[in-house]
């Protein structure tokens, strides 16, 4: 099977922004495939900086701020719960109060978008163990999270919020789905 180069590049690219956000503790450096980064082949480090996406800054906008990101959490999560395939998933992870997860997802959010440093968690371990989760399950994510942005922010706004949004999916769909094929062993000669 031959090897996608621009395919591995753009992991290899995902993986860079994985570490970047553990830089901004965002997420902490533990849960960063470091490995994934040096086993990858990668374009040379002059294309890598040509081409590398620019430093992500605080959204700024006089809408935005916790109350305006927590009541956005809150409904996107509504729509979670509605839905068919992610509803189930959520409630068997989640039980009884949702308060304290919306909580957290505040903070998460605020980290993202205001880059404030609010949320101190580990959202890789956490997904990982999350064994129903199927890679499809992120463009439904996606989908609910574009409507509540689109539903809820000024379009100069909703294009942050889901440019971060596809960014984090992403990452987490590699973290969790992505395996490099490895050589069979040799028996000797």
Not at 8 to 36: G, M
Not at 147 to 174: G, N, W
Request: net charge positive; with cysteine.
């Amino acid at each position: 099977m031959p090897i996608d180069q621009a395919a591995i590049y753009e992991q290899v690219v995902l993986v860079d922004f994985v570490r970047q956000l553990a830089l901004r503790r965002t997420l902490s450096a533990i849960e960063c495939p470091f490995k994934v980064v040096s086993m990858i082949p990668h374009k040379s480090s002059f294309e890598s900086e040509a081409t590398r996406p620019p430093e992500e800054r605080p959204l700024v906008h006089p809408l935005v701020d916790r109350p305006f990101i927590g009541a956005l959490v809150r409904e996107f999560y509504a729509r979670v719960r509605k839905d068919p395939r992610l509803g189930p998933i959520f409630a068997s992870v989640i039980s009884g109060d949702w308060e304290p997860h919306l909580e957290k997802m505040t903070d998460f959010w605020c980290a993202v978008i205001l880059k404030n440093g609010a949320y101190s968690g580990r959202p890789v371990p956490a997904h990982l163990r999350l064994k129903q989760v199927r890679e499809d399950d992120f463009a439904i994510w996606l989908g609910l999270f574009r409507e509540t942005v689109a539903s809820r922010c000024p379009p100069e706004v909703a294009a942050v919020f889901i440019d971060r949004a596809e960014r984090i999916a992403r990452s987490l769909s590699l973290a969790m789905f992505f395996r490099l094929d490895r050589p069979t062993a040799r028996a000797p000669v």
